[in-house]
C-alpha cells in the first residue's frame, strides 16, 4: 500500500501560509498528526515503514514548525516597527528639516537653496546647474567650495539672461573634478514639513510638493 508523506504536508501548508493563505498554523498541526497517525495505521504489516524515516518527517515538521514562528514574528516586529516609524513621522510636522535630496520649488516668494558637500574637500570648485522638469538645464553657476568640502548654493531664479523662470519643481545638481577624475558631490535639502502621507505603505514627510523618505532625513534644524 502506498504511503503518505506527512512531512510534505506541513511543506504545502507552511507554502500556503507564505503566499497568502489563511489557515491557522495550529490546523496544519493538526493535519500533520493526522496523517502521520493515518500513515502508520495503513502501512503494510508484512513491510513496515522504517522508523527512521518517521523520525526523519517528525524533524522535518520540527524545523518547519520553527519556520513558521519565525515568520510570523518578523510580520508582528514589522507591523511594530511601521507604527513606530508613522509616530515618529508625526512629530516631524511643523519642523524645518534638512534631507537628501536635489528637489527645489521656485514659488515667486523664496529662493530654492540646496546645500553641497563634495567629498573631495579640497576639489577648490564646484558648477551647479538648474534643471526643468522637462531635463533642460536654465542656469548653472561656478562656487568656491567652503571648510570640508561643504557650501550653499542660492538660486534666484532666473536663467542665464535674467529672465525669470517659471514657477514649479526644479532638480540642481553639482559637478567637481575633471572628466577624468570626478569628484562626488552630496546635495541636501531644507524645508518645513506641513504634512505626513501614508498611501505607498510607509510615511512620508510633505515639504511644500516634495516627499521625503524618514530615512532620508539628516539633520532637524528647529520650528518653522
Not at 519565525?70 to 507604527?83: D, K, R, T, Y
Not at 540646496?114 to 526643468?132: E, I, K, L, M, Q
Not at 516627499?211 to 532637524?220: A, F, N, P
Request: net charge negative.
Amino acid at each position: 500500500m502506498a504511503s503518505v508523506n506527512a512531512a510534505s504536508s506541513m511543506t504545502f501548508g507552511a507554502q500556503n501560509a507564505e503566499s497568502g493563505g489563511s489557515a491557522p498554523a495550529s490546523l496544519e498541526k493538526e493535519s500533520f498528526l493526522k496523517l502521520l497517525v493515518a500513515q502508520i495505521s495503513n502501512q503494510d504489516p508484512m513491510s513496515p515503514q522504517d522508523s527512521d524515516q518517521y523520525m526523519q518527517q517528525l524533524t522535518q515538521f520540527s524545523t518547519l514548525e520553527q519556520l513558521m514562528n519565525v515568520n510570523q514574528g518578523i510580520e508582528q516586529i514589522a507591523v511594530g516597527q511601521l507604527s513606530a516609524n508613522s509616530q515618529s513621522a508625526l512629530r516631524f510636522v511643523g519642523k524645518d528639516i534638512m534631507a537628501v535630496g536635489d528637489q527645489v520649488a521656485l514659488d515667486g516668494v523664496n529662493q530654492p537653496e540646496v546645500d553641497f558637500r563634495a567629498s573631495d574637500p579640497n576639489v577648490g570648485t564646484v558648477t551647479a546647474r538648474v534643471h526643468n522638469s522637462a531635463g533642460e538645464e536654465v542656469y548653472s553657476q561656478t562656487l568656491t567650495v567652503g571648510p570640508g568640502g561643504q557650501g550653499k548654493f542660492v538660486w534666484s531664479g532666473d536663467d542665464a539672461t535674467g529672465v525669470r523662470q517659471r514657477e514649479g519643481d526644479y532638480h540642481v545638481s553639482f559637478e567637481a573634478g575633471t572628466e577624468e577624475a570626478p569628484v562626488a558631490v552630496d546635495t541636501y535639502v531644507r524645508g518645513q514639513v506641513t504634512g505626513v502621507r501614508f498611501d505607498k505603505g510607509y510615511p512620508e514627510l510633505l515639504v511644500g510638493d516634495r516627499r521625503l523618505k524618514l530615512s532620508d532625513v539628516i539633520e532637524v534644524l528647529g520650528s518653522g
